[in-house]
């Protein structure tokens, strides 16, 4: 129900939190933030899944899991979708917020998982 109402408004996909207001996943994807600077994602007992690109980006670099609410995301410099069928994925729009280009950030992270997996 919430990809179909996402898809209404022109989204690709939709962001969910639990039943505590807590950041926790995508409807078909793993979240990832930076904030400070630094790459965060939500912690399992928040209720999200264990994506297999989730857990290689755990083990490739510093990211930081935690309990956020999911307001984390409109003070976020950028949230990036990981998953199976598109490794990870640049958010350029979170509601009304124009989030920009893709950063250096994120395509160095990207070139790393694609070497740690083996992909592409």
């Known amino acids: ?10 989204a690709d996909e939709a962001i969910l939190s639990n039943t505590k207001g807590e950041l926790c996943e995508g409807s078909m994807s793993n979240v990832f933030f930076v904030k400070d600077g630094k790459i965060c994602t939500p912690a399992l007992e ?4 264990p994506g297999t690109v989730r857990e290689a980006f755990l083990e ?37 917020r124009d989030l920009g ?6 395509q160095k992270s990207r070139e790393a998982l694609i070497r740690h997996i083996g992909a592409f």
Not at 46 to 49: A, P, R, S
Not at 101 to 106: A, V
């Open 1 to 10: 129900l919430s990809l179909a109402k996402a898809k209404e408004a022109g």
């Open 101 to 106: 280009e893709r950063s250096q950030l994120f």
């Open 46 to 49: 928040c209720g999200c899944l």
């Open 60 to 96: 490739i670099g510093e990211v930081q899991e935690g309990r956020w609410p999911i307001e984390v995301l409109n003070e976020a410099e950028e949230i990036w979708l990981t998953s199976s069928t598109r490794l990870v994925s640049w958010v350029s729009h979170y509601g009304e």
